[in-house]
């Protein structure tokens, strides 16, 4: 294994060379950190939204690249936000002192609202009394509302007031590498791992849907705790009975304790977190000019704070106290960027492949089995609301379809739409993450 360090130190090199403007270089790779590399992935952190969209978008073939004429070999380089990075860095092992580091997520400076209060509350119900309060605990709601904030707060404080317990915070995808690394191999390690905890937390756990190797191994799993009063703690983006391609059995036993959801946080609630933002920052500004923040971003926390953290880097670089023009001005980039996004055909179709987790070219195939039909007309219909393209040119997309098969398609979802609770929430969502991605 390669020295992290190391390693990304001479493939910024390379990147250094091929970026001709030192600004650029400074503004969008300096403030990358390599956060470590499993198999044949590699992990890299970046502060903003706007900095993952940036690199994603127009740099990520670049370092994947560098990373190759250094190592000789070709990593999938995965980007994520500051602040998940935690979920990411391996932890260490010492059984004398525990540390997740994720110690600033707390109960104490997590904001609550009416669009969290219940689930604020279960959480410390769960963290006083692990494995006998309500069992499991099913956190939902979209991206950047506080979901992994409440997950850590419970297992920090199991950690500081029930120190001899054994708690394990694991992202699904990780649960899943894991799983398949240990396959072909000596499988106990692994169960060891995940069945002799007293508490274990996995993030984002739609994630193992529709894999059945995966999921197999967690209804086990799960089982091996639950019958043991150990507590689990899981987080999703939608509840259990919405989870596209998760089996009955997991879907059912998800719901066995407490589902609870987190809505966007409502104005106050806005107000709240960025005055805690300052506060923790020691960062002088007007509430005058946190109110406007909090009435022009309203989706996700993340977007907030990413806002905000964008007035303060300028605030400090420039130095100067932040003032109302700053931030209109912050704004308005804000809301360029997400205007001068053009959705496509081939986004459309990478994300509903995503949310069902099939393969792209099977929503383009020509197979009509029923787990592929629904995804194949609700890409369609998108295609329809979403681009300008019209009937003919939607079926190209669609291995070469003719309009009246597009048009019957729309009209399919259309009808199925009056009645179909759960094919709404599909595409809600599909059209939200979109607009935003």
Same mark, same amino acid.
């Given at each position: 294994?390669?020295n *992290?360090?190391?390693?990304?130190?001479?493939?910024?090199?390379?990147?250094?060379?091929?970026?001709l403007?030192?600004?650029?270089?400074?503004?969008?790779?300096?403030?990358?950190?390599?956060?470590?590399?499993?198999e044949?992935?590699?992990?890299?952190?970046?502060?903003?939204?706007?900095?993952?969209?940036?690199?994603?978008?127009?740099?990520?073939? *670049?370092?994947r690249n560098s990373?190759?004429?250094?190592?000789?070999?070709?990593?999938?380089?995965?980007?994520?936000?500051d602040?998940?990075?935690?979920?990411?860095?391996?932890?260490?092992? !010492?059984?004398?002192?525990?540390?997740?580091g994720?110690?600033k997520?707390?109960?104490? !400076?997590?904001?609550?609202g009416n669009?969290?209060?219940?689930?604020h509350a279960?959480?410390?119900?769960?963290?006083?009394?692990?494995?006998?309060?309500?069992?499991?605990?099913?956190?939902?709601?979209?991206?950047?509302?506080?979901?992994t904030?409440?997950?850590? $707060?419970?297992e !920090?404080?199991? !950690?500081?007031?029930?120190?001899?317990?054994?708690?394990?915070?694991?992202?699904?995808e990780t649960?899943?590498?894991?799983?398949?690394?240990?396959m072909? +191999?000596?499988?106990?390690?692994?169960?060891?791992?995940?069945?002799?905890v007293?508490a274990?937390?996995v993030?984002?756990?739609?994630?193992?849907?529709g894999?059945?190797?995966?999921e197999?191994?967690?209804?086990?799993?799960?089982?091996?705790?639950?019958?043991a009063? +150990?507590?689990?703690?899981?987080s999703s983006?939608?509840?259990?009975?919405?989870?596209?391609?998760?089996a009955?059995?997991?879907s059912?036993?998800?719901?066995?304790?407490?589902?609870?959801?987190?809505?966007?946080p409502?104005?106050e609630?806005?107000?709240?977190?960025?005055?805690?933002? #300052?506060?923790d920052q020691?960062?002088?500004?007007?509430?005058?000019?946190?109110?406007?923040? #909090?009435?022009?971003?309203?989706?996700?926390?993340?977007?907030?704070?990413g806002?905000?953290?964008?007035?303060?880097?300028y605030?400090?670089?420039v130095?100067?106290?932040i003032?109302?023009?700053?931030?209109?001005?912050?704004?308005?980039k804000?809301?360029s960027i997400? #205007?001068?996004k053009?959705?496509?055909?081939?986004?459309?179709?990478?994300a509903? #492949?995503?949310l069902?987790?099939?393969?792209?070219?099977?929503?383009t195939?020509?197979?009509?089995?029923?787990?592929?039909?629904?995804?194949?007309?609700?890409?369609i219909? *998108?295609? +329809?609301?979403?681009?300008?393209?019209?009937?003919?040119?939607?079926?190209?997309y669609?291995?070469?379809?003719d309009?009246?098969?597009?048009?019957? $398609?729309?009209?399919?979802?259309?009808?199925?739409?009056?009645t179909?609770e759960?094919l +709404?929430n599909?595409?809600?969502?599909?059209t939200?993450?979109?607009?935003r991605?």
């Amino acid at each position: 294994m390669p020295n *992290l360090n190391e390693l990304w130190s001479k493939a910024c090199e390379y990147i250094r060379e091929e970026i001709l403007s030192p600004v650029t270089y400074k503004t969008w790779i300096e403030s990358i950190v390599p956060l470590k590399i499993d198999e044949d992935m590699l992990y890299i952190s970046v502060p903003t939204e706007i900095n993952k969209r940036m690199i994603e978008q127009r740099y990520l073939e *670049l370092i994947r690249n560098s990373v190759l004429e250094v190592t000789g070999r070709k990593y999938t380089i995965v980007v994520v936000l500051d602040s998940e990075k935690d979920n990411y860095v391996e932890q260490t092992k !010492n059984p004398e002192k525990k540390d997740n580091g994720n110690t600033k997520y707390t109960f104490d !400076n997590f904001i609550v609202g009416n669009s969290n209060r219940f689930a604020h509350a279960a959480s410390l119900a769960v963290a006083e009394s692990p494995g006998t309060a309500y069992n499991p605990i099913f956190i939902w709601g979209g991206v950047g509302l506080g979901k992994t904030h409440l997950m850590h $707060a419970i297992e !920090n404080y199991i !950690n500081e007031n029930q120190p001899k317990l054994k708690t394990l915070f694991v992202p699904a995808e990780t649960f899943m590498v894991e799983l398949i690394n240990s396959m072909g +191999k000596n499988t106990e390690d692994f169960r060891q791992k995940y069945r002799y905890v007293d508490a274990l937390f996995v993030d984002d756990i739609h994630f193992i849907a529709g894999k059945v190797a995966t999921e197999e191994e967690f209804f086990n799993t799960f089982n091996s705790l639950f019958e043991a009063g +150990k507590q689990i703690i899981l987080s999703s983006d939608r509840p259990p009975q919405e989870i596209p391609n998760l089996a009955e059995r997991l879907s059912s036993r998800f719901s066995w304790g407490i589902l609870c959801d987190i809505q966007p946080p409502d104005y106050e609630t806005r107000v709240a977190i960025l005055k805690q933002k #300052a506060k923790d920052q020691n960062i002088e500004i007007d509430t005058e000019i946190l109110m406007y923040i #909090a009435d022009n971003i309203t989706m996700n926390i993340r977007e907030l704070e990413g806002v905000f953290r964008t007035l303060s880097a300028y605030s400090g670089f420039v130095n100067t106290k932040i003032t109302m023009e700053m931030a209109e001005d912050a704004i308005k980039k804000y809301h360029s960027i997400i #205007a001068e996004k053009v959705i496509t055909p081939t986004m459309i179709i990478d994300a509903v #492949a995503k949310l069902y987790r099939i393969k792209e070219d099977e929503i383009t195939s020509q197979r009509r089995t029923k787990e592929l039909v629904v995804p194949r007309h609700i890409s369609i219909y *998108l295609c +329809k609301n979403l681009t300008e393209l019209s009937y003919n040119k939607i079926g190209e997309y669609f291995g070469g379809r003719d309009h009246t098969t597009i048009i019957h $398609a729309i009209r399919k979802v259309e009808s199925d739409l009056k009645t179909d609770e759960r094919l +709404k929430n599909d595409i809600d969502k599909l059209t939200q993450d979109l607009k935003r991605s």
